[in-house]
């Protein structure tokens, strides 16, 4: 269906952007890998594996666009909706980011995976937030528990945080 709204794109620009979208995933991923690295002892084994595992996807993602580009010589139709939701959702993720050093990377997962799918429209508001709760509570037990990996200091999940009293 289509609107007003909406607007054709030759589909190799559309392939370009994200080929570039995934080359830049992939070098923040290798730097972030290169980054790790310099972790002592078993503390760099979880950024460098991370990072070298989100390199190879990226790159298996570029190389996917590769195979498909000289096919696709047809349109594609885009809805401003479509690009307000990417958007929104660059914004959130950039803020993400930013928040981790001042709130802790548990916390700004409880927060990311919380609010993005109700500003997306996409989940109602009591599924993100279990989802979330379930989330960031994973990750903790892994990291934390289990891993007994060190985590930057956290507003909730710290030892002088909200849930303190399971310590």
């Given at each position: 269906?289509?609107?007003?709204?909406?607007?054709?794109?030759?589909?190799?620009?559309?392939?370009?952007?994200?080929?570039?979208?995934?080359?830049?995933?992939?070098?923040?991923?290798?730097?972030?890998?290169w980054v790790g690295s310099g972790?002592?002892?078993?503390?760099?084994?979880?950024?460098?594996?991370?990072?070298?595992?989100?390199?190879?996807?990226?790159?298996?993602?570029?190389?996917?666009?590769?195979?498909?580009?000289?096919?696709?010589?047809?349109?594609?139709?885009?809805?401003?909706?479509?690009?307000?939701?990417?958007?929104?959702?660059?914004?959130?993720?950039?803020?993400?980011?930013?928040?981790?050093?001042?709130?802790?990377?548990?916390?700004?997962?409880?927060?990311?995976?919380?609010?993005?799918?109700?500003?997306?429209?996409?989940?109602?508001?009591?599924?993100?937030?279990?989802?979330?709760?379930?989330?960031?509570?994973?990750?903790?037990?892994?990291?934390?528990?289990?891993?007994?990996?060190?985590?930057?200091a956290d507003i909730i999940f710290?030892?002088?945080?909200?849930?303190?009293?399971?310590?």
């Open positions: 269906m289509s609107s007003r709204d909406d607007f054709a794109v030759p589909s190799r620009w559309l392939i370009a952007a994200e080929f570039g979208a995934a080359i830049l995933l992939a070098a923040l991923f290798a730097t972030l890998a972790y002592g002892g078993t503390a760099a084994f979880m950024p460098l594996a991370v990072s070298t595992l989100g390199t190879l996807a990226s790159l298996a993602w570029a190389i996917g666009l590769l195979r498909k580009y000289p096919r696709n010589e047809g349109g594609t139709t885009i809805s401003l909706a479509s690009l307000r939701r990417l958007g929104t959702l660059v914004v959130l993720f950039v803020t993400f980011v930013a928040a981790i050093p001042h709130c802790g990377f548990l916390t700004a997962t409880f927060v990311f995976v919380g609010v993005t799918p109700i500003l997306m429209g996409l989940r109602p508001a009591w599924h993100a937030v279990i989802a979330a709760a379930c989330l960031s509570g994973l990750l903790w037990l892994v990291f934390a528990v289990l891993l007994k990996s060190p985590l930057p710290d030892r002088q945080g909200v849930f303190a009293w399971i310590f």
